[in-house]
């Protein structure tokens, strides 16, 4: 029986309700009350309670036509490109037979993109408009992955391809709004079952045969319909679309407000503090740049848009979280770094800043005792302001539009935010290495996903727990370590072991932690990222792949991506190995 077709529901844009044809997408979080907002519900005009939006503001969408169709496919060439995701090319390949066999007039070439998935193919595309073809591509099957066969396919569109990008049912709303903000809000995708990964070729054949869990046509039929049916006129659209955000929202009680608030999907959850009028002045006072001032760009990956923001924006999440106006030019500093906390990935991204130098001491953060964990308010404030700004000025955070992490993460509450303890530390400050004074006052975010912990430096069996507590980090460029360890472990290290600075520790760990050559090579995030580089030649990548079978790997390809950082209070010699790495070290006395 072939399951019923999913309902179409109005978007969160006023946009988006262009995405009822062939890209249907269900309702998510948020989308009810961003309406109520947009047609002016909240208007502040006559309301007793007021508060500052604290939305960013997103840029303009142009509308983009789509490519003419033509009325058949017979005599046609088709290339069906596999962006070298999970089981993509297998899942083409059956496509492939099924049209062979019932369209053989038509023409199939099967190929493999270039380098990683969102990596461009100009080569490719030239090929592909030389012989005058269209273009089946998949698999749009993860938070990166999905939305580059969507950018790639308008891409080609714009040139005058006709395109059927096949994406997995689990990235619906996704693409859509991908597809939206791409300027192409009917681009039509046809949805295959979730997952396409493990499945044997006879599965992937039921999957072409049989009927897309969202549209309920059979999938190969939605893709030759795709490509033969003639554009509608808003398929054919051009223009500018703007997506003006209100300043000031109102309300007739501040239940109501909060109520607004977190159905609009603008807090994590909890209570805020709102952000009024008379609150954001207060909190401007902790900076002398001016209000309308733009500090920056901000996206949740690298396939979404930026969205801008001024530093009053950043002060009205400052607000919410509960910071204080002295905690502003940290708060500054990190919106202005334009790296966000909540990075959108199914893995699960997480991140972390680390401050360093006098400012420590003056706002009166944590280094010591239960640094880690939410009994300072500097170092939570700062870190929950810094997830909130991510959420509302960088236009993230919207479950299965903005943000896909399967599982989550708990440290995306407000990160993780302390300050070092240079005093305690046998080795120099972090932000030192980095090439700053220790006068200067700076931040140094990090990203990652996960950590492990250890307790002692043992005398004799020391080196091979150091290398169990990494054991289970993926060997992937963008992922490193980064060691958190109390003073007591940090004088340990360095007087007992020889481990004079930070430096010698990372170099230990990028010689001595190594995995077998098959099994390095069998990791999917090692298929996904790093074999592209290697075949590219890439280094090391490229000496890593010339090796010979049953040699060893480098877990971690570059010392430099191996960090410590000293925290703690000393009352056992506790540590922690994250896979978390270094992203930036910037400085915050510009933003006093």
């Known amino acids: 029986m072939s399951p019923e077709p999913k309902t179409q529901n109005a978007p969160i844009d006023e946009g988006l309700a262009s995405l009822a044809g062939t890209c249907e997408i269900e309702a998510y979080p948020g989308e009810v009350m961003e309406r109520r907002i947009a047609r002016g519900?909240?208007?502040?005009?006559?309301?007793?309670?007021?508060?500052?939006?604290?939305?960013?503001?997103?840029?303009?969408?142009?509308?983009?036509?789509?490519?003419?169709?033509?009325?058949?496919?017979?005599?046609?060439?088709?290339?069906?490109?596999?962006?070298?995701?999970?089981?993509?090319?297998?899942?083409?390949?059956?496509?492939?037979?099924?049209?062979?066999e019932r369209m053989p007039e038509v023409?199939?070439?099967?190929?493999?993109?270039?380098?990683?998935?969102?990596?461009?193919?100009?080569?490719?595309?030239?090929?592909?408009?030389?012989?005058?073809?269209?273009?089946?591509?998949?698999?749009?099957?993860?938070?990166?992955?999905?939305?580059?066969?969507?950018?790639?396919?308008?891409?080609?569109?714009?040139?005058?391809?006709?395109?059927?990008?096949?994406?997995?049912?689990?990235?619906?709303?996704l693409v859509g709004a991908i597809a939206f903000k791409g300027g192409m809000p009917k681009l039509r995708f046809t949805f295959v079952p979730h997952p396409v990964?493990?499945?044997?070729?006879?599965?992937?054949?039921?999957?072409?045969?049989?009927?897309?869990?969202?549209?309920?046509?059979?999938?190969?039929?939605?893709?030759?319909?795709?490509?033969?049916?003639?554009?509608?006129?808003?398929?054919?659209?051009?223009?500018?679309?703007?997506?003006?955000?209100?300043?000031?929202?109102?309300?007739?009680?501040?239940?109501?407000?909060?109520?607004?608030?977190?159905?609009?999907?603008?807090?994590?959850?909890?209570?805020?503090?709102?952000?009024?009028?008379?609150?954001?002045?207060?909190?401007?006072?902790?900076t002398k740049r001016a209000p309308t001032e733009t500090i920056g760009r901000m996206r949740p990956t690298a396939t979404q848009e930026d969205w801008s923001y001024t530093v009053e924006q950043v002060a009205v999440n400052a607000v919410m979280a509960g910071a204080s106006p002295e905690h502003l030019p940290v708060l500054l500093a990190l919106a202005a770094s334009q790296v966000t906390a909540l990075h959108s990935s199914t893995s699960n991204f997480a991140a972390m800043v680390v401050v360093n130098g006098p400012i420590r001491h003056e706002i009166r953060m944590n280094s010591g005792l239960g640094?880690?964990?939410?009994?300072?308010?500097?170092?939570?404030?700062?870190?929950?302001?810094?997830?909130?700004?991510?959420?509302?000025?960088?236009?993230?955070?919207?479950?299965?539009?903005?943000?896909?992490?399967?599982?989550?993460?708990?440290?995306?509450?407000?990160?993780?935010?302390?300050?070092?303890?240079?005093?305690?530390?046998?080795?120099?400050?972090?932000?030192?290495?980095?090439?700053?004074?220790?006068?200067?006052?700076?931040?140094?975010?990090?990203?990652?996903?996960?950590?492990?912990?250890?307790?002692?430096?043992?005398?004799?069996?020391?080196?091979?727990?150091?290398l169990n507590m990494v054991g289970g980090f993926t060997p992937v460029p963008g992922t490193g370590l980064t060691l958190l360890v109390d003073p007591l472990v940090a004088r340990a290290l360095k007087e007992r072991e020889g481990f004079a600075t930070k430096q010698q520790l990372a170099n230990w760990y990028h010689e001595n932690s190594t995995l077998p050559y098959e099994t390095y090579w069998d990791y999917q995030l090692v298929v996904?990222?790093?074999?592209?580089?290697?075949?590219?030649?890439?280094?090391?990548?490229?000496?890593?792949?010339a090796q010979a079978p049953g040699s060893q790997v480098p877990r971690f390809a570059n010392p430099d991506g191996i960090s410590t950082l000293v925290v703690g209070g000393e009352k056992n010699a506790y540590w922690f190995a994250t896979d978390f790495i270094h992203v930036a070290t910037l400085p915050i006395d510009d933003w006093r």
């Not at 508060?51 to 069906?80: C, D, E, F, K, V």
């Not at 090319?89 to 099924?98: N, P, S």
């Not at 100009?122 to 749009?140: C, Q, S, T, Y």
Request: hydrophobic share 35%; aromatic share 8%.
């Open 41 to 100: 519900d909240f208007d502040p005009r006559g309301k007793r309670y007021q508060a500052l939006n604290p939305r960013g503001t997103p840029p303009a969408i142009q509308l983009r036509s789509m490519a003419p169709r033509p009325s058949s496919l017979a005599g046609r060439t088709l290339y069906l490109v596999d962006v070298r995701f999970m089981n993509g090319k297998a899942l083409l390949e059956e496509i492939a037979q099924v049209l062979a």
């Open 107 to 173: 023409k199939t070439v099967v190929r493999q993109k270039r380098g990683g998935y969102t990596e461009d193919d100009p080569a490719l595309w030239k090929e592909i408009e030389d012989n005058d073809a269209l273009v089946v591509m998949a698999i749009g099957h993860c938070s990166t992955c999905a939305p580059a066969v969507a950018v790639h396919c308008m891409n080609l569109e714009e040139r005058g391809v006709a395109t059927a990008p096949l994406v997995t049912n689990a990235f619906t709303d």
């Open 197 to 286: 990964s493990g499945k044997t070729a006879p599965e992937l054949r039921r999957y072409v045969e049989g009927a897309s869990p969202v549209s309920g046509r059979t999938v190969v039929d939605s893709i030759v319909g795709a490509l033969t049916a003639a554009l509608t006129p808003e398929e054919s659209e051009r223009g500018t679309l703007e997506r003006p955000i209100p300043r000031l929202l109102g309300a007739d009680s501040e239940d109501e407000l909060h109520a607004m608030f977190r159905d609009a999907w603008w807090s994590d959850g909890l209570p805020v503090v709102l952000p009024t009028p008379q609150r954001v002045e207060a909190m401007l006072k902790g």
């Open 371 to 466: 640094a880690l964990g939410p009994f300072n308010h500097a170092n939570a404030a700062i870190g929950r302001a810094w997830s909130l700004l991510s959420r509302n000025l960088g236009g993230g955070a919207v479950p299965g539009v903005t943000y896909l992490g399967t599982q989550g993460n708990p440290l995306n509450y407000n990160a993780i935010c302390f300050a070092e303890n240079e005093e305690r530390s046998p080795w120099e400050p972090f932000h030192v290495q980095k090439g700053f004074e220790r006068g200067q006052s700076t931040i140094s975010l990090f990203r990652g996903r996960t950590y492990s912990h250890m307790l002692e430096i043992r005398q004799t069996t020391w080196k091979q727990q150091l």
């Open 528 to 545: 996904n990222y790093v074999e592209p580089l290697a075949r590219k030649g890439q280094e090391p990548f490229a000496s890593y792949l």
